[in-house]
């Protein structure tokens, strides 16, 4: 018998959930003002004001064009015509600056990785809570004492087999198979539950930093700093399962 349930959750930290190649945006993809990061529809800017079309193109048949490009941009977005724009975001100080620096920049690289939006509001995918769950139980039922002891046994599976095992261990879902234990995807406690996509309140998230730290040293700092878009903590949701 299937049950539904209607749950509502809080975020009590950013969340971001990458929204992938689409939604990996340049400087020509948006534009900052007012204190707010703007996804641009260029179609429906272009439509909305056919001059500011007719010197794009002029401008774009010029060489080293980019920055005069990303100006003119800047310069006609009207966020009240809301149609010329697909969603935003709020954004900090810091992001602004770096912002208005860069549109100087003709090898200006600002990317910003958002999150996947419905109906121009952004979403936290059903998958990717099932799998915060899926964590969360497996966390709190694991022996760390017992994983220690069978750490040796664990080091003789190969490394893509070895943490289904473990899974498999702590769920209590092993069979034996060909080559000896694995995963049973029958026994698997979590194959039943399907949960929809929580469909997020507008304006509910903010450009933040985020900063490579290597896990066994988190005095220092590597690797390359990204922007990404993030629900704000205690934004409140609903989702079913």
């Known amino acids: 018998m299937n049950k539904n349930y209607r749950i509502s959750g809080i975020t009590l930290l950013p969340v971001h959930i990458g929204g992938g190649a689409e ?4 400087p020509f993809s948006y534009v900052v003002k007012d204190g707010w990061f703007y996804h641009l529809d260029m179609g429906a800017l272009f439509s909305a004001n ?8 002029r401008l774009s048949e ?7 490009l990303r100006n003119l941009v800047s310069k006609a977005f009207d966020s009240a015509q809301r149609q010329t724009w697909l969603f935003r975001s709020r954004i900090s100080p810091e992001f602004e600056r770096e912002y208005r620096e860069k549109l100087k920049d003709s090898d200006n690289q600002l990317l910003v990785q958002c999150m ?20 969360a139980v497996l ?33 209590s879902a092993i069979k034996e198979g060909r ?17 929809g996509d929580a469909v997020l309140p ?8 985020v900063q490579n730290v290597h896990m066994n040293d988190t005095a220092r700092t590597e690797g390359i700093t ?10 409140s949701f609903d989702f079913v399962e």
Not at 118 to 133: D, T, V, Y
Not at 202 to 209: A, F, G, P, Q, Y
């Open 226 to 235: 990204m922007w990404v878009e993030a629900v704000a903590i205690n934004t």
């Open 179 to 195: 080559y000896g234990e694995e995963f049973c995807i029958e026994k698997d406690p979590f194959r039943g539950l399907k949960i």
């Open 50 to 57: 056919p001059g500011f079309a007719q010197e794009f193109l």
């Open 62 to 68: 010029q060489k080293f064009s980019i920055i005069s």
């Open 116 to 135: 996947l939006h419905e109906n121009r509001r952004a979403i936290i995918p059903g998958s990717s809570i099932k799998g915060a769950f899926r964590t």
């Open 202 to 209: 507008e304006d509910c998230t903010e450009i933040i930093k």
């Open 139 to 171: 966390d709190g039922r694991i022996d760390h004492e017992k994983q220690k002891q069978n750490a040796e046994e664990l080091r003789s599976f190969p490394d893509k087999k070895r943490a289904n095992i473990v899974e498999g261990l702590i769920l």
């Open 23 to 26: 939604y990996l945006l340049d």
